[in-house]
C-alpha cells in the first residue's frame, strides 16, 4: 500500500485523490482547454474485468495473427525464403499490391498541374549525370541513319523525320533542372531542345489519343542483344512547357551515353520514362505497354 | 505486483464510497476501481504501428539500398561506396560466427530489409504502408480528440527539468538494486511522466515529419516548395532517414521499460484501463 493512502485514510478524505486535489485550483477559460483532465475512475466487478481483459485479448491475439498472416501473403519470395517460410505466390497478391500502385499513381495524377513548373538551377549548381544505360550502350554507328517515326497522327500518315528537319523546323529551348531516378539518386543537368508541346502542335495526333507511346528500338540488354525499350507517356505530361525532346545536354550535342540523337526529358517524371535514342512515337486512345511497369515498377511515375 | 496490492487495499470498504463515480453505485465489497486510460482508437493505431512501421523500415531499407544517400568514394578493392554496406561488413569481419557470412556488404540489408535487388516490390509496399501509416495516423488523432488524452501529451515548461530527473531515476535504478538501496521514482500527478510526455509527443511531431520529408522525396517536382522546407531533395531523403532511426531508437526504451514496469501497463493499452488508481510503490512521497 502506497503512502498516499495510508494518509488519505488517516485524514478522512478519500474523496481527495492527489490527483485531483492539484487540478482544483480555478483557471482561466484558454488554460482549463489545455489543462489535462482528471482521469476517470469506474467500480467494477473484478469477475467483470476478467471477462473484458479475456476479450480484448483474444482480439489482440487474433489481430497479432491476421498481421503474421498479412506479412507472408505480402511480403516478396526472397525475404521469405530467407526467413525460411514458403512463399504463398497468388495472382490475387500482384493484383492487390498493383492496386496500392495504382492507387499512388491516381493521387499522383492528381496533385499533377501542367502550369506547375519545376525548379530550375544555375550553370554552377549542374552535378555529373551517370550513363544508366541498363543493358551495353549502343555503338554510336546508327546516329547518321537515325530517323523518328511518328505513328497514330490525325493525318492518319505515318512520319519519318530526320534531326536536321526537327533542328530547322522547332525552335530549341534549354532549361537546367533535376533528373530524379526512381532508384534514388538525382543529377542537375543542362539540356536543350524542342518541345513536346511543339511538335504535338505541328504534327497533331488522332483527337481521342490521350497517350504517347515513346519507343527505343536501339536498347540493348547486357549481352548487346536488341532489347527494345517502350514507355507509356500521358499526353498532359507531354504537354508540359518543360517536356523536352532533349538534343543537347551541357551545351553539346547528345553523345550516345545520354540517348544521340534525341531523347525524352519529361522532369516532371521519373528518370525511367525519360527515354534514350527515341525511335518511334505512337500516339495511342489506350495506354501503351511500359517497359518498367511490366517489371513491378509503378505506370505513371509522375513526381 | 503493485497492481495487486493497490487491489487489495481498494477493496477495503471504507474505500469504495470514495470515489466518485462509486457514490451511484451501490457499495459492495466484490468491486474494484479501475481507471480509465487509453482511448479504443488509441489503442488501435497504436497497435497497428508496430506492422506498419516494420514494413515500411524493411522496404524502405530495401529502396535505401538501390542508392544510398550516404555515399563515399568507391572502395578501390570491392568499388562499394555505400557506408551502411560497410558496416554490415564491419559486423561479418568482428562478430564471432559470422566470418563465413557469404554475402558481408549485404548483413545490413538481409538483416534490416526485404533484402538487396528488391526495388520494384519494395516500392509497392513501402507506398502500401505509407498510406496505412497516415490512415493509421488519423485514427490515433481522433481518438486523442474523443478522449480529451491529447492535453495528457502536452509539453509543459518544467518538463525539460523533471524528464532528466526520471531519467537519472531510470540511469540509477539498476545500480541502486544492485546495491539494494531505496531507489525512488520522481512523483508526478498527471498521467505520464515528464520523460514520458516528451518521448510520446515527440512520436507524433516524428510522424508528421516522416510523411512530410517522405512527399517532399515522392513528389518531389509537383511538391518543390516542400522539398525546400527540409533543404533539398538529398537533405530530405537524409531526414527521412534519420527520423526512421528516431522511431527505432524511441521503440528499444518503450518495450524494455513497458515489460519493466509490468503487467498493469501493457494491459493499459490493450484493454484500456488500469488498476493503479492511486499510483503505485516506490514513489517519492507527496510534499
Request: glycine share 6%; aromatic share 12%.
Amino acid at each position: 500500500m502506497s503512502a498516499d493512502e495510508n494518509d488519505s485514510q488517516v485524514k478522512q478524505e478519500p474523496e481527495e485523490l492527489p490527483s485531483a486535489s492539484k487540478r482544483s485550483r480555478p483557471l482561466p477559460k484558454a488554460g482549463r482547454l489545455f489543462q489535462e483532465q482528471t482521469p476517470k475512475i469506474f467500480e467494477a466487478a473484478p469477475r467483470d474485468l476478467r471477462r473484458l481483459t479475456r476479450r480484448d485479448l483474444l482480439v489482440f491475439g487474433a489481430g497479432s495473427l491476421a498481421a503474421l498472416a498479412s506479412f507472408r501473403y505480402l511480403l516478396p519470395q526472397d525475404t521469405l525464403a530467407r526467413l525460411g517460410v514458403d512463399a504463398l505466390d497468388s495472382p490475387r497478391k500482384e493484383r492487390f499490391l498493383n492496386g496500392a500502385l495504382r492507387f499512388d499513381d491516381d493521387v499522383a495524377e492528381a496533385i499533377y498541374s501542367s502550369d506547375r513548373l519545376v525548379p530550375t538551377y544555375s550553370k554552377s549548381q549542374i552535378t555529373p549525370l551517370k550513363n544508366n544505360y541498363e543493358g551495353v550502350t549502343p555503338d554510336p554507328s546508327y546516329i547518321p541513319g537515325w530517323r523518328l517515326h511518328l505513328e497514330g497522327l490525325a493525318s492518319g500518315l505515318s512520319l519519318s523525320l530526320d534531326l536536321p528537319t526537327l533542328l530547322a523546323r522547332f525552335r530549341s529551348h534549354e532549361q537546367i533542372t533535376r533528373f530524379v531516378c526512381v532508384e534514388g539518386w538525382s543529377a542537375i543537368a543542362w539540356w536543350s531542345g524542342l518541345k513536346f508541346a511543339d511538335l504535338l502542335q505541328a504534327y497533331p495526333p488522332i483527337s481521342q489519343a490521350r497517350w504517347a507511346g515513346v519507343n527505343s528500338s536501339l536498347n540493348l540488354d547486357e549481352n548487346g542483344n536488341p532489347d527494345p525499350y517502350y514507355a507509356s507517356l500521358d499526353l498532359a505530361t507531354a504537354r508540359h512547357p518543360q517536356t523536352l525532346l532533349a538534343t543537347h545536354f551541357n551545351g553539346q550535342s547528345l553523345t550516345v551515353d545520354h540517348g544521340a540523337p534525341l531523347r525524352l526529358l519529361v522532369p516532371v517524371k521519373l528518370g525511367l520514362k525519360n527515354v534514350k535514342a527515341v525511335t518511334k512515337i505512337t500516339y495511342t486512345v489506350d495506354e501503351p505497354s511500359d517497359y518498367w511497369a511490366e517489371r513491378g515498377y509503378s505506370h505513371y511515375d509522375g513526381i | 505486483m503493485s497492481e495487486s496490492s493497490a487491489s487489495a487495499s481498494m477493496m477495503h470498504p471504507t474505500q469504495t464510497n470514495g470515489s466518485p463515480v462509486a457514490a451511484g453505485v451501490s457499495a459492495k465489497e466484490t468491486t474494484v476501481p479501475v481507471i480509465r486510460k487509453h482511448h479504443l482508437l488509441v489503442r488501435w493505431s497504436h497497435w497497428l504501428n508496430v506492422p506498419i512501421l516494420l514494413g515500411l523500415i524493411l522496404s524502405g531499407m530495401s529502396i535505401y539500398w538501390a542508392s544510398p544517400v550516404y555515399q563515399h568514394n568507391p572502395d578501390p578493392s570491392t568499388g562499394n561506396v555505400d557506408y551502411v554496406a560497410d558496416i554490415g561488413t564491419w559486423i561479418c569481419a568482428h562478430v564471432p560466427g559470422l566470418h563465413h557470412y557469404s554475402s558481408p556488404p549485404d548483413w545490413i540489408y538481409n538483416h534490416m530489409s526485404l533484402g538487396p535487388y528488391l526495388l520494384a516490390n519494395a516500392l509497392r509496399l513501402h507506398w502500401f504502408f505509407a498510406y496505412l501509416f497516415m490512415l493509421n495516423g488519423l485514427v490515433y488523432i481522433l481518438g486523442l480528440a474523443l478522449s480529451g488524452d491529447w492535453r495528457a501529451l502536452l509539453p509543459r515548461l518544467t518538463d525539460l527539468r523533471d524528464a532528466a530527473k526520471v531519467q537519472l531515476y531510470y540511469v540509477g535504478k539498476p545500480f541502486a538494486v544492485l546495491l539494494r538501496r531505496t531507489w525512488l521514482h520522481p512523483r508526478f500527478t498527471t498521467k505520464y511522466n515528464a520523460l514520458q510526455r516528451l518521448a510520446y509527443f515527440s512520436m507524433p511531431v516524428a510522424a508528421c515529419l516522416s510523411i512530410a520529408t517522405g512527399w517532399s522525396i515522392h513528389k518531389p517536382m509537383q511538391l518543390h516548395w516542400l522539398v525546400a522546407i527540409f533543404g533539398g531533395y538529398n537533405a530530405a531523403r537524409m531526414w527521412h532517414f534519420w527520423l526512421m532511426w528516431l522511431f527505432i531508437l524511441f521503440v528499444v526504451p518503450h518495450v524494455i521499460l513497458v515489460f519493466t514496469d509490468g503487467w498493469d501497463t501493457l494491459r493499459s493499452m490493450i484493454a484500456g484501463w488500469s488498476a493503479r488508481v492511486h499510483g503505485s510503490e516506490g514513489f517519492e512521497d507527496e510534499r
